[in-house]
């Protein structure tokens, strides 16, 4: 697909600023961006709208809200306040979606942790209502299912998001976490015939990774997902724009640029 | 659980010979043992067969066959010459089972693997047939679905087991392996129920690991899932030994015998 299809995460581009992540978007034909709260993080808020509102940029998600479990209630309730926060952020910036990294905590079971995860959510729908921004939850990988995210799968993610049934309440689904999952494409039909599939992420996972977190590849290199699965999502009638979030201490440490073009053509073949 | 329950994988005290694994599990009063091909590369099949009869230790599984995904049918079929080889090797052991690790591929999708797997397993029936020896489909953690196993969920094992409906077709359970898994009580009892659960391995996945296959845990560590899963294993009714199978850089680094006290502690609360 062409750069104009494309959003970036500035968190891809983790060596650049807002500023930087903003222009060079915007220079390079990107269509749209979706914001780390870590790349905003002492920023003028106001500013960084009037930019990303100069920059012709479709403002797509603010990320990441989530982080709902823990053992203790205070906890939980701290993890509410955060997104909470979020969600005011997001509201500042124009960005009408949060992405969910809903949490894990060592000592609960997934059955507990999706307890406490459906009732974050559940505490967060007024605010989300009244700010009408829409809550993404992003399924993560099950590497990262111990203390990250107990929605371990699309299938576990359209059954958190069926029970609480909420026109706001929908998922982002990343190809880095799903590749594996079988029934793959019956779920991703599942998720838009339910008008819950909000976005879509690009991204490969790499079977010899050397950083569980940090080495991911993109579109096109290790298990190879992302064409495959942007099939399944067109099909499924996805018109939003194609989400790139890689993270990677390889691609961070080369020139940003070369690796904004490296993201435009890995994507030309999706 | 007591020593007496507990088979031990001769991978999991890895800097052990045969002869050492069988003597030192039997002087310690553990109850069997998985022994693993690698382990007996080399050895004098006939004489290791009188060691482990004469040593009282109950012969649990032969570990491991399976890697029958390949883009090429020759490498397919090399893949099947391979496990027609484990079973000779289970058979003049006397080891009634061959635990699978099942293979993936990548470049094919979840779909194309599971395929290839079920043709492969079927392709080994008749053999395990005549020599009576049960096959044991391990389903892997996602981590390893690009290139390990396409088998990825407990639900995916007993839906390919179910598929190919033989009564020498079953599952081994691996704590390490689907400690993540949603609905997995659901999965255990229904593997049961149709007399497939023919193996249950207790080891700790360690969200902070610092190798992907060689940091595994003790019962306790990690997401300490092995007590949780052992109780829904007994409730479904499994009355085999436990087997322990670690991989751990950090374990083997250690004089073994204490690692195995540890292991016998460890197993304790279980």
């Avoid at 009408?132 to 576990?156: F, K």
């Avoid at 976490?177 to 790499?206: M, P, S």
Wanted: some cysteine.
């Amino acid at each position: 697909m062409s750069p104009d299809r494309l959003a970036i995460h500035t968190f891809t581009n983790k060596p650049w600023s807002i500023g930087e992540c903003i222009e060079n978007y915007s220079r390079r034909g990107i269509g749209g961006i979706s914001v780390w709260r870590e790349t905003v993080a002492g920023e003028d808020l106001k500013s960084v709208r009037r930019h990303l509102d100069d920059s012709g940029l479709q403002k797509v998600s603010l990320v990441r809200g989530g982080f709902f479990t823990a053992i203790d209630q205070a906890a939980r309730a701290t993890a509410i306040e955060s997104n909470r926060a979020a969600l005011r952020e997001a509201e500042a910036l124009g960005l009408p979606m949060i992405v969910l990294v809903c949490g894990a905590t060592i000592g609960q079971t997934p059955e507990e942790n999706l307890d406490q995860i459906r009732d974050g959510i559940a505490a967060l729908l007024p605010q989300a209502e009244s700010a009408g921004i829409r809550l993404a939850i992003e399924p993560l990988h099950p590497v990262y299912a111990g203390d990250r995210s107990a929605v371990a799968s699309l299938r576990d993610a359209n059954d958190l998001a069926e029970s609480l049934n909420h026109p706001l309440v929908g998922v982002a689904l990343d190809v880095f976490h799903v590749w594996w999952e079988t029934g793959l494409e019956a779920q991703i039909q599942r998720c838009a015939a339910a008008d819950r599939l909000f976005a879509f992420h690009v991204c490969e996972f790499k079977p010899d990774f050397d950083h569980v977190l940090l080495d991911r590849g993109l579109p096109g290199e290790g298990v190879n997902a992302s064409a495959r699965i942007a099939k399944m999502v067109q099909a499924a009638g996805f018109s939003g724009l194609t989400e790139v979030e890689i993270f990677s201490r390889k691609y961070w440490s080369e020139n940003q640029h070369d690796f904004l073009e490296k993201i435009i053509k890995s994507c030309e073949p999706i």
